[in-house]
């Protein structure tokens, strides 16, 4: 079982709906939770970032995290054609070995948002 | 604020030849992390550097190798490139646990 799994997609949207992407993962060592927005031939670019269960709010993105069912999410509102970009879900823990955070990220989920 | 500085930003080499690639992280962040990005792997973790040490390393062959300066700025090297070492490569710069990446370096292997 990988670490994070994210359903690779491809999610096809009209303009104007919510979009719900998700991740799963087994490692219950991970204690920040991030998405990541990367558009074609580019570098991803940090969407939102939380440490805690429950919902995160910003603009039209919501961030939620259930830790008790290893389960994250991220909602677009009012979804626009600019959105379309892969979403990657990426998590850190800890390692004392080497005194820093580790990222984890899923597959990413490829989104179009049709106008 | 100046983000994070890949170059170059595209590159073609020949199988058996190696490569050098370059970051600049963003100012202050002493932390830059490498990850390999393909299609069908997605991003996996090369290794982090930090303080010119490196101080975590991925599941990567020992061609792949890489240094930090005294200025933050890092490098990675891939010696005997393989078909298969073609994908984006990015660097990332941290802080504390957030990673801002850049734009990547796209490496085509033939």
């Known amino acids: 079982q990988k670490e994070v799994e994210q359903d690779p997609g491809p999610l096809s949207v009209p303009e104007g709906a919510i979009v719900s992407l998700n991740c799963t993962y087994s490692?219950?060592?991970?204690?920040?939770f991030m998405w990541y927005r990367q558009y074609s031939r580019k570098g991803p670019e940090l969407l939102m970032y939380t440490y805690s269960s429950g919902n995160k709010e910003d603009g039209r993105f919501t961030a939620q995290v259930d830790k008790s069912s290893k389960y994250i999410s991220l909602f677009i509102r009012d979804s626009q054609p600019s959105d379309s970009a892969t979403y990657l879900c990426a998590m850190s823990a800890f390692h004392s070995g080497a005194g820093s955070y580790q990222l984890t990220f899923g597959k990413g989920t490829k989104l179009s948002v049709i106008p | 604020k100046a983000g994070v500085t890949q170059t170059p930003r595209y590159l073609i080499k020949t199988r058996g030849q190696q490569v050098t690639l370059s970051c600049s992280p963003i100012?202050?962040?002493?932390?830059v992390s490498w990850y390999q990005q393909t299609p069908g792997q997605g991003l996996q973790f090369l290794f982090e550097y930090f303080s010119e040490t490196q101080r975590n390393k991925g599941n990567f062959p020992g061609r792949f190798s890489g240094r930090q300066f005294s200025n933050s700025r890092s490098e990675m090297n891939v010696s005997t490139l393989e078909l298969g070492d073609s994908a984006l490569y990015l660097c990332a710069s941290s802080l504390n646990s957030e990673a801002f990446f850049g734009q990547g370096t796209r490496l085509t292997v033939v």
């Open positions: 100012s202050g962040h002493r932390s």
């Open positions: 490692n219950s060592a991970f204690q920040y």
